[in-house]
Protein backbone atom coordinates (compact mmCIF):
# COMPACT_ATOMS: atom_id res chain seq x y z
CA UNK A 1 0.00 0.00 0.00
CA UNK A 2 1.07 3.06 -0.93
CA UNK A 3 1.63 6.32 1.72
CA UNK A 4 1.59 9.82 0.41
CA UNK A 5 2.68 12.87 1.60
CA UNK A 6 0.78 15.67 -0.85
CA UNK A 7 2.28 19.37 -1.01
CA UNK A 8 0.28 21.33 -2.66
CA UNK A 9 1.62 24.60 -3.64
CA UNK A 10 -0.57 27.87 -5.21
CA UNK A 11 0.61 29.72 -8.11
CA UNK A 12 3.70 27.35 -9.41
CA UNK A 13 4.63 26.30 -13.02
CA UNK A 14 6.86 25.15 -15.19
CA UNK A 15 8.51 28.17 -16.90
CA UNK A 16 10.91 29.94 -19.41
CA UNK A 17 14.69 29.12 -19.11
CA UNK A 18 15.34 33.22 -19.17
CA UNK A 19 16.38 34.24 -15.92
CA UNK A 20 15.68 37.69 -16.00
CA UNK A 21 11.98 36.53 -16.09
CA UNK A 22 11.99 33.38 -13.87
CA UNK A 23 13.00 33.57 -10.47
CA UNK A 24 13.49 29.76 -9.96
CA UNK A 25 16.92 29.95 -12.34
CA UNK A 26 18.27 32.56 -9.80
CA UNK A 27 16.91 30.89 -6.41
CA UNK A 28 19.02 29.10 -4.47
CA UNK A 29 17.50 26.04 -4.50
CA UNK A 30 20.06 23.05 -3.69
CA UNK A 31 17.47 20.58 -2.36
CA UNK A 32 15.45 20.72 -5.21
CA UNK A 33 18.18 20.76 -7.83
CA UNK A 34 20.15 17.76 -5.76
CA UNK A 35 16.78 15.56 -6.08
CA UNK A 36 16.82 16.79 -10.02
CA UNK A 37 20.60 16.44 -10.57
CA UNK A 38 21.14 19.58 -10.90
CA UNK A 39 19.02 20.82 -13.25
CA UNK A 40 15.71 22.19 -13.33
CA UNK A 41 12.46 21.78 -15.13
CA UNK A 42 11.69 25.07 -17.75
CA UNK A 43 9.58 24.81 -20.98
CA UNK A 44 12.16 23.52 -22.98
CA UNK A 45 12.69 20.49 -20.52
CA UNK A 46 9.35 20.49 -18.52
CA UNK A 47 10.16 16.53 -17.52
CA UNK A 48 13.77 15.48 -15.50
CA UNK A 49 13.94 12.30 -14.22
CA UNK A 50 16.82 11.39 -11.72
CA UNK A 51 18.06 8.50 -9.51
CA UNK A 52 20.42 8.86 -6.67
CA UNK A 53 19.60 9.10 -2.97
CA UNK A 54 15.64 8.60 -3.78
CA UNK A 55 14.04 8.59 -7.46
CA UNK A 56 12.53 12.18 -8.06
CA UNK A 57 10.89 13.14 -11.02
CA UNK A 58 9.67 16.63 -11.83
CA UNK A 59 7.22 16.88 -14.64
CA UNK A 60 4.66 19.40 -16.34
CA UNK A 61 0.58 19.01 -15.48
CA UNK A 62 -1.56 20.47 -17.76
CA UNK A 63 -3.21 23.58 -16.17
CA UNK A 64 -5.68 24.90 -19.11
CA UNK A 65 -7.96 21.68 -19.17
CA UNK A 66 -8.75 22.50 -22.46
CA UNK A 67 -10.55 26.14 -22.11
CA UNK A 68 -9.13 29.77 -23.01
CA UNK A 69 -8.59 32.13 -21.04
CA UNK A 70 -5.98 31.84 -17.43
CA UNK A 71 -6.48 29.34 -15.36
CA UNK A 72 -7.80 30.29 -11.90
CA UNK A 73 -6.54 28.43 -8.41
CA UNK A 74 -10.91 27.48 -7.45
CA UNK A 75 -11.30 26.07 -10.74
CA UNK A 76 -7.81 24.42 -10.77
CA UNK A 77 -7.93 24.04 -7.34
CA UNK A 78 -11.18 21.77 -7.54
CA UNK A 79 -9.71 20.16 -10.51
CA UNK A 80 -6.86 18.84 -8.86
CA UNK A 81 -8.07 17.64 -5.34
CA UNK A 82 -11.42 16.08 -7.60
CA UNK A 83 -10.23 14.52 -10.75
CA UNK A 84 -12.85 16.62 -12.17
CA UNK A 85 -12.28 19.31 -14.67
CA UNK A 86 -13.94 21.89 -13.06
CA UNK A 87 -13.33 24.47 -15.47
CA UNK A 88 -15.49 22.78 -17.90
CA UNK A 89 -18.03 21.62 -15.28
CA UNK A 90 -18.27 25.21 -14.23
CA UNK A 91 -17.57 26.97 -17.84
CA UNK A 92 -14.81 28.60 -17.37
CA UNK A 93 -11.24 29.12 -15.60
CA UNK A 94 -12.68 31.21 -11.61
CA UNK A 95 -10.82 31.71 -8.79
CA UNK A 96 -9.37 33.07 -6.27
CA UNK A 97 -12.17 30.84 -4.37
CA UNK A 98 -14.01 27.85 -5.22
CA UNK A 99 -17.39 28.49 -7.23
CA UNK A 100 -20.40 27.99 -5.38
CA UNK A 101 -21.82 25.49 -7.85
CA UNK A 102 -18.56 23.35 -7.40
CA UNK A 103 -18.58 23.56 -3.37
CA UNK A 104 -20.38 20.49 -3.18
CA UNK A 105 -18.00 18.24 -5.25
CA UNK A 106 -14.94 19.20 -3.31
CA UNK A 107 -16.54 18.61 -0.08
CA UNK A 108 -18.01 15.43 -0.81
CA UNK A 109 -15.76 14.30 -3.84
CA UNK A 110 -12.21 15.26 -3.02
CA UNK A 111 -9.52 12.42 -3.04
CA UNK A 112 -9.20 13.17 1.07
CA UNK A 113 -13.18 11.47 1.20
CA UNK A 114 -12.33 8.93 -1.49
CA UNK A 115 -9.45 7.40 0.48
CA UNK A 116 -11.24 7.46 4.22
CA UNK A 117 -13.85 5.57 1.89
CA UNK A 118 -11.29 3.02 1.10
CA UNK A 119 -9.98 2.61 4.48
CA UNK A 120 -6.96 5.06 4.85
CA UNK A 121 -5.72 7.13 7.55
CA UNK A 122 -6.10 10.91 6.54
CA UNK A 123 -4.44 13.62 7.63
CA UNK A 124 -5.01 17.87 6.87
CA UNK A 125 -1.57 19.07 8.43
CA UNK A 126 -2.29 22.58 8.04
CA UNK A 127 -3.52 24.66 11.22
CA UNK A 128 -6.46 27.05 11.25
CA UNK A 129 -7.80 28.78 13.67
CA UNK A 130 -10.04 27.69 16.68
CA UNK A 131 -12.46 30.24 15.38
CA UNK A 132 -12.58 28.74 11.90
CA UNK A 133 -12.89 25.21 13.30
CA UNK A 134 -16.08 26.37 15.33
CA UNK A 135 -17.43 28.24 12.47
CA UNK A 136 -15.80 27.95 8.70
CA UNK A 137 -15.89 30.91 6.49
CA UNK A 138 -17.78 29.36 3.55
CA UNK A 139 -18.35 32.47 1.77
CA UNK A 140 -14.86 32.43 0.33
CA UNK A 141 -13.07 29.03 0.50
CA UNK A 142 -10.01 27.45 -1.04
CA UNK A 143 -9.88 23.76 -2.06
CA UNK A 144 -7.68 22.49 0.34
CA UNK A 145 -9.84 23.62 3.79
CA UNK A 146 -13.49 23.07 2.10
CA UNK A 147 -11.97 19.49 0.83
CA UNK A 148 -10.83 19.47 5.03
CA UNK A 149 -13.93 20.13 5.91
CA UNK A 150 -15.69 17.63 3.80
CA UNK A 151 -13.40 14.99 5.35
CA UNK A 152 -13.76 16.29 9.00
CA UNK A 153 -10.28 16.91 8.96
CA UNK A 154 -10.10 20.47 10.16
CA UNK A 155 -8.48 19.43 13.52
CA UNK A 156 -5.09 21.38 13.66
CA UNK A 157 -5.59 24.78 15.28
CA UNK A 158 -3.44 26.66 17.53
CA UNK A 159 -2.53 24.00 19.99
CA UNK A 160 -1.43 21.66 17.37
CA UNK A 161 1.12 24.17 15.94
CA UNK A 162 2.57 25.09 18.99
CA UNK A 163 2.66 21.68 20.29
CA UNK A 164 4.71 20.30 17.03
CA UNK A 165 1.72 18.69 15.94
CA UNK A 166 0.66 20.88 13.08
CA UNK A 167 2.39 23.29 10.05
CA UNK A 168 1.07 27.19 9.27
CA UNK A 169 0.18 27.52 5.99
CA UNK A 170 3.23 30.14 5.56
CA UNK A 171 5.83 27.09 6.65
CA UNK A 172 7.11 29.64 9.36
CA UNK A 173 4.88 30.88 12.32
CA UNK A 174 5.49 34.64 12.07
CA UNK A 175 1.49 35.07 11.26
CA UNK A 176 0.40 33.08 14.10
CA UNK A 177 2.66 34.53 16.67
CA UNK A 178 1.45 38.51 15.73
CA UNK A 179 -1.75 37.37 15.14
CA UNK A 180 -2.40 35.05 18.52
CA UNK A 181 0.82 35.76 20.89
CA UNK A 182 -1.26 34.30 23.73
CA UNK A 183 -1.03 30.90 22.55
CA UNK A 184 2.99 31.04 22.73
CA UNK A 185 3.40 29.36 18.99
CA UNK A 186 7.67 29.03 18.98
CA UNK A 187 9.35 30.04 16.14
CA UNK A 188 10.25 27.76 13.38
CA UNK A 189 12.76 26.97 10.24
CA UNK A 190 11.58 26.40 7.18
CA UNK A 191 13.33 23.17 7.54
CA UNK A 192 12.04 22.43 11.02
CA UNK A 193 8.38 22.88 10.04
CA UNK A 194 9.29 20.33 6.92
CA UNK A 195 10.22 17.98 9.44
CA UNK A 196 7.46 18.45 10.99
CA UNK A 197 5.34 17.74 8.60
CA UNK A 198 7.36 14.59 7.75
CA UNK A 199 6.64 13.16 10.96
CA UNK A 200 2.78 14.25 10.36
CA UNK A 201 3.33 12.10 7.06
CA UNK A 202 4.67 8.55 8.94
CA UNK A 203 1.39 8.24 10.87
CA UNK A 204 -1.30 8.42 7.87
CA UNK A 205 -2.09 6.52 4.47
CA UNK A 206 -2.09 9.99 3.20
CA UNK A 207 -1.22 13.42 4.37
CA UNK A 208 -2.38 16.89 2.69
CA UNK A 209 -0.39 19.83 2.95
CA UNK A 210 -1.66 23.43 1.30
CA UNK A 211 0.96 26.47 0.66
CA UNK A 212 -0.45 29.01 -0.86
CA UNK A 213 2.24 32.53 -0.53
CA UNK A 214 4.24 30.96 -3.55
CA UNK A 215 0.79 32.45 -6.10
CA UNK A 216 0.98 35.85 -3.57
CA UNK A 217 4.43 37.08 -4.10
CA UNK A 218 4.16 36.03 -7.79
CA UNK A 219 1.12 38.07 -8.11
CA UNK A 220 3.48 40.74 -6.90
CA UNK A 221 6.38 40.12 -9.53
CA UNK A 222 9.39 41.03 -7.11
CA UNK A 223 12.10 38.91 -7.83
CA UNK A 224 14.06 38.95 -4.82
CA UNK A 225 10.83 38.03 -3.16
CA UNK A 226 9.85 35.28 -5.03
CA UNK A 227 13.75 34.01 -5.44
CA UNK A 228 13.25 33.85 -1.69
CA UNK A 229 9.72 32.71 -1.65
CA UNK A 230 10.98 29.49 -3.44
CA UNK A 231 14.07 29.16 -1.18
CA UNK A 232 11.63 28.71 1.57
CA UNK A 233 9.82 25.95 0.15
CA UNK A 234 13.39 24.51 -1.11
CA UNK A 235 14.38 24.28 2.83
CA UNK A 236 11.00 23.37 3.82
CA UNK A 237 11.94 20.18 1.25
CA UNK A 238 15.09 19.58 2.77
CA UNK A 239 13.04 19.16 6.82
CA UNK A 240 10.54 16.88 5.02
CA UNK A 241 12.93 14.48 3.35
CA UNK A 242 15.26 14.32 6.15
CA UNK A 243 11.91 12.59 8.18
CA UNK A 244 9.88 11.51 5.70
CA UNK A 245 9.41 7.63 6.12
CA UNK A 246 11.45 5.92 2.66
CA UNK A 247 8.38 3.83 1.91
CA UNK A 248 6.05 7.36 1.48
CA UNK A 249 6.14 8.48 -1.70
CA UNK A 250 6.33 12.55 -1.61
CA UNK A 251 3.92 15.01 -4.18
CA UNK A 252 4.09 17.90 -4.91
CA UNK A 253 1.72 19.59 -7.40
CA UNK A 254 0.17 23.21 -8.57
CA UNK A 255 -2.76 24.36 -9.65
CA UNK A 256 -1.59 26.46 -11.93
CA UNK A 257 1.79 29.21 -13.16
CA UNK A 258 2.49 32.63 -11.72
CA UNK A 259 5.55 32.37 -9.90
CA UNK A 260 7.68 31.24 -12.80
CA UNK A 261 6.84 34.23 -14.90
CA UNK A 262 8.04 37.71 -13.15
CA UNK A 263 6.16 39.49 -15.98
CA UNK A 264 2.89 37.42 -16.35
CA UNK A 265 0.83 37.18 -13.63
CA UNK A 266 -1.39 34.04 -13.37
CA UNK A 267 0.38 32.51 -17.09
CA UNK A 268 -0.88 29.21 -19.34
CA UNK A 269 2.12 27.63 -18.52
CA UNK A 270 2.35 23.78 -17.29
CA UNK A 271 1.58 23.52 -13.01
CA UNK A 272 4.70 21.92 -11.47
CA UNK A 273 4.15 18.09 -10.64
CA UNK A 274 7.21 16.53 -8.51
CA UNK A 275 7.22 12.95 -7.42
CA UNK A 276 9.92 11.61 -4.62
CA UNK A 277 9.95 8.03 -4.03
CA UNK A 278 9.58 4.45 -4.82
CA UNK A 279 8.93 3.79 -8.68
CA UNK A 280 8.77 7.89 -9.31
CA UNK A 281 9.06 7.94 -12.57
CA UNK A 282 6.97 5.07 -13.83
CA UNK A 283 4.09 6.79 -11.31
CA UNK A 284 4.52 10.40 -12.51
CA UNK A 285 3.88 9.41 -16.06
CA UNK A 286 0.04 8.62 -14.90
CA UNK A 287 -0.22 12.65 -14.82
CA UNK A 288 -0.54 14.64 -17.69
CA UNK A 289 -2.86 17.26 -16.20
CA UNK A 290 -4.64 18.24 -12.89
CA UNK A 291 -7.35 15.87 -13.40
CA UNK A 292 -5.12 12.95 -13.42
CA UNK A 293 -3.68 13.64 -10.34
CA UNK A 294 -6.16 12.34 -7.85
CA UNK A 295 -7.18 9.11 -9.91
CA UNK A 296 -3.22 8.21 -9.77
CA UNK A 297 -3.48 8.66 -6.17
CA UNK A 298 -6.27 6.31 -5.57
CA UNK A 299 -4.59 3.60 -7.89
CA UNK A 300 -1.49 3.40 -6.18
CA UNK A 301 -3.96 2.53 -3.07
CA UNK A 302 -6.25 0.00 -4.91
CA UNK A 303 -3.39 -1.47 -6.46
CA UNK A 304 -0.98 -2.54 -3.49
CA UNK A 305 -4.01 -3.19 -1.74
Request: charged share 20%.
Amino acid sequence: MSRVLFVFLDGVGIGEGDPSRNPFLTARLPTLRRLLGGSLPCRATPKIEYQADRSAVAFPLDACLGLPGLPQSGTGQASLLTGQNAAALFGRHFGPWVPVSLRPLVRDGSILRTAQAAGASVAFANAVPHSWRRRPRLRRIAGPPLAALGADLLNRSQTELAAGEAVSSEIVNEVWQEHWPQARIPAVSAKEAGATLGRIAGGHDLTFFAHYATDTVGHRGDALECARALERVDRFLTGILDSLPRDHLLLVASDHGNIEDLEAGHTRNPALGLLVGPDAPARASEMESLVDVAPALSGWRSRER
